[in-house]
């Protein structure tokens, strides 16, 4: 009986050496190929306009304010008691909402205040639509908003479809990578790279026809953002103003090169509402006359861009 119980346990012992010689040596957890969260609207391979760029116009030169009223003005707004500007809400030191006050703040916020505040008063009503690129013609003409003030470039296709302002910004494309990438400029990006913008920007086309690199587009610039640092992109292109905001929320990344483009900014308003486009003329110069421009500027871009602040000199056209 002993040997028999000596003998099952023996059997058992060699069971479980075999059972555990059969096992991985890695016990680890398995490795799964998790997919990258994509953001919506991202798109690979963006239709890029080929036509000519229309030069026909003088795209700086707006309407002269001449003796246009602000009864004029305010005529011309959706709801006589209060003003309705649409802006971004995530572009960082032009346009977006801060996180203690949560309301709007920016360089564009501070210019589009002063310039209600000129229309209806220091107690104007200010109704703040946040927007994407690509719908900034739509919401004027639309009636969602009373005008624009979203680091839009005057170029004479948008003129075709609304009303600007003078330049009120003048700005300039230039790309932001990690500070390890070794692109240091245009010059660097080759047909490998996949350089990322916003859609209904102008800088889609420009990248395109400056380098040998990939357009990725998106609805929203902060979307970028999230692509570089994800490495699914290898850049970002936009304006400078948008790139120096940025980088001062990611010290891993950096604005590089010299500008290849020229990006003037102008307020927009729906087409053929030249009275309110007028009256706004007056109050920009005004406040560059009186140091609002320059404050705005020292408060949120001298520092992160590096230089000092000058505003632009009107145009007009007549």
Known sequence: MIRNQLRLAAAAAACLVLAACSQPADMGP????????????????P????????????????YNPGTTS?????????????????????????????????????????????IAHSILGPDATIRWVPMTSGEREEAVNSDRVDMV????????????????????????????VPTASGITGLADLADDHR???????????????????????????NDCLVLLQQGTVDAITSDDTILAGMAAQDPTLEVVGEAFSQEPY?????????????????????????????TAYNK???????????????QYRD
């Open 30 to 45: 398995p490795q799964v190929d998790v997919p990258t969260p994509l953001p919506s609207g991202i798109d690979f391979s």
């Open 47 to 62: 239709e890029i306009e080929t036509e000519p760029v229309d030069e026909s116009c003088t795209p700086l030169a707006s």
């Open 70 to 114: 602000v009864e004029q003005a305010i005529a011309g707004l959706d709801n006589q008691d209060q003003i309705t500007i649409g802006v971004s809400q995530s572009t960082n030191l032009m346009g977006y909402i801060d996180p203690e006050t949560n309301t709007p703040a920016g360089f564009d916020i501070d210019i589009a205040t002063a």
């Open 149 to 176: 003030v979203r680091t839009m470039t005057m170029n004479c296709k948008r003129w075709a479809n609304v009303e600007f302002s003078a330049e009120y910004f003048h700005a300039g494309q230039r790309l932001l």
């Open 195 to 221: 350089v990322c913008t916003g859609d209904g920007s102008t800088s889609v086309r420009t990248i395109a026809e400056q380098s040998a690199a990939q357009a990725v587009t998106v609805p929203d610039f």
């Open 266 to 294: 102008g307020m927009a308003f729906q087409k053929g509402n030249t009275d309110l486009a007028r009256y706004v003329n007056g109050a920009l110069a005004q406040i560059i006359a009186n140091g609002t421009w320059q």
């Open 300 to 314: 949120w871009l001298e520092g992160p861009l590096g230089v000092p602040g000058v505003p632009p000199t009107p």
